[in-house]
């Protein structure tokens, strides 16, 4: 089964930045899209950004021109640069294979943005 074990995440103040890491393993990194998604307390959980093996990426309109999905397929890890924070973005951030999803998730990371 594929593992998947998402880092990075944190507490930070609006307008602040966090990067976050995907690291993949348990079996060939080779599915053409990874995503990053995210779920707040009390809503579904949405896709914010995807990336495909040649690097073709795609945004939630919620955090376009804020937000940076990049992936090394070298390393089997996948990325999300995360620029001028909102609260809004506070959520749990979990990675996956997009869009359809492997069998299991990871135990996501925690972003919070706060004052």
């Known amino acids: 089964q594929v593992q998947l074990v998402e880092s990075g995440g944190g507490l930070v103040q609006p307008g602040g930045s966090l990067r976050l890491s995907c690291a993949v393993s348990g079996t060939i990194f080779d599915v053409n899209t990874m995503g990053w998604y995210r779920q707040a307390p009390g809503k579904q959980r949405e896709l914010v950004a995807s990336?495909?093996?040649?690097?073709?990426?795609n945004y939630a309109d919620s955090v376009k021109g804020r937000f940076t999905i990049s992936r090394d397929n070298t390393k089997n890890t996948v990325y999300l640069q995360m620029n001028s924070l909102k609260p809004e973005d506070t959520a749990l951030y979990y990675c996956?294979?997009?869009?359809?999803?492997?069998?299991?998730w990871g135990q996501g990371t925690q972003v919070t943005v706060s004052s």
């Open positions: 990336i495909t093996r040649r690097g073709s990426t």
């Open positions: 996956n294979a997009a869009p359809r999803t492997f069998g299991s």
